[in-house]
């Protein structure tokens, strides 16, 4: 099994940064992609982004440069750098890791202010 604990959400202006940080414990060997989704209030989850154990990142469209996604594999840790965030970014952030299954964070909230 795969522990992930996500942190670095809070409250942030439009147009500031947050960067998330996610920890994965446990079975670490066994994780190839790791990623972020999100979900607001009354909204289905929706994917942000996701990178592989080489480092090969992909985006959700809407969110192409101006999120970043890295990991440091010596760490085990994935991280969202999130620039010139807009009110429509607020949500809880979850962090996920594939080891055959996805295992999911318990989510840290973002909540941007106009």
């Known amino acids: 099994q795969v522990q992930l604990v996500e942190s670095g959400g809070g409250l942030v202006q439009a147009g500031g940064s947050l960067r998330l940080s996610c920890a994965a414990s446990?079975?670490?060997?066994?994780?190839?992609?790791m990623g972020w989704s999100r979900q607001a209030r009354g909204k289905q989850r929706e994917y942000v982004a996701h990178i592989s154990s080489g480092g090969s990142a992909v985006y959700e469209d809407s969110m192409r440069g101006r999120f970043t996604i890295s990991r440091d594999n010596a760490k085990n840790t994935v991280y969202l750098q999130m620039n010139s965030l807009k009110p429509e970014d607020t949500g809880v952030y979850y962090c996920?890791?594939?080891?055959?299954?996805?295992?999911w964070g318990q989510g840290t909230q973002v909540t941007v202010s106009s």
């Open positions: 446990g079975s670490i060997f066994s994780i190839d992609v």
């Open positions: 996920y890791a594939d080891v055959g299954f996805r295992s």
